[in-house]
């Protein structure tokens, strides 16, 4: 399979003295499921953002289906359609994409803005409203919605676009269990019709269920350790070094024992355990 993203030697600080990616390099092939994970603040948001064009780099190259993303390409009319066609980002906050009047005004603007006449834009709309059980929402504007209800209304005005590929930051952050339940089920369903899926997380437990190709970003901004899924689970001296999991230690009486904790993995003993002087 050709990559249909790829980006190399990324940079990008923050007002040119806040480091948040040093020297990325990561290549998504068509049709793969990948997540990039990381503590808070790691650059997780900033790398989707940069691959989605909406940042871009202080050093480094995007490049989706061979071709340069940059400033100056986005610039050129029908070289931004074809990356906007191809390429989907859903916020991980649902506030910072929706503005419309209306849910169906959501569904529509992205169709309409690149030109697509509106028959079909409605026929996509209501299409992707069906499938995301929206139908009952369509006049409701976005502030009379529950969070979950964002969320499906924010990845609906992507989906009508028909993208290639789907960039979700945190894309269960906040939601409930059922909301959660429903809208990893959705990523995996897009997956397997063809969709290139790329999540950002630190949630390991939506790792475990999606089992994406992973990259895992250190504190350090810098690509630690790219992946499966049950490769990168399995090593937790890596999840503990990049602060996805976390030790302490507990005393009971001379002996003292170890404990890692996530939200993720139950709480396991240490095999070593050592005695107080």
Known sequence: MKDIISVESLTYSYYNRIPALIDVSLSIKEGEKVAVIGANGSGKSTLLQIMGGLKHPSAGIVFFRGH??????????????????????????????LFCPTVLDELLFGPMQLGIQESESLERAFHVMKMLNLENLKERPSYMLSGGE??????????????????????????DPRTQCFLTELILDLNEAGKTIVISTHDLSLIDEFQPIVAVLSEEHRIEKTGT?????????????VNLIHEHMHYHGRTAHSHRHSHYMYHKHGTQQKEQP
């Open 150 to 175: 964002k969320k499906r209304v924010a990845i609906g005005s992507v989906l009508t676009m028909n993208p290639q590929v789907l960039l979700l930051d945190e894309p269960t952050n906040g939601l």
């Open 229 to 241: 899924a049950e490769a990168i689970l399995k090593d937790e001296d890596l999840l503990l070094r």
């Open 68 to 97: 340069k993303v940059s400033e100056e390409s986005l610039r050129d009319k029908r070289f931004l359609r074809f990356f906007r066609e191809g390429v989907g980002y859903i916020f991980q906050d649902s506030d910072v994409q």
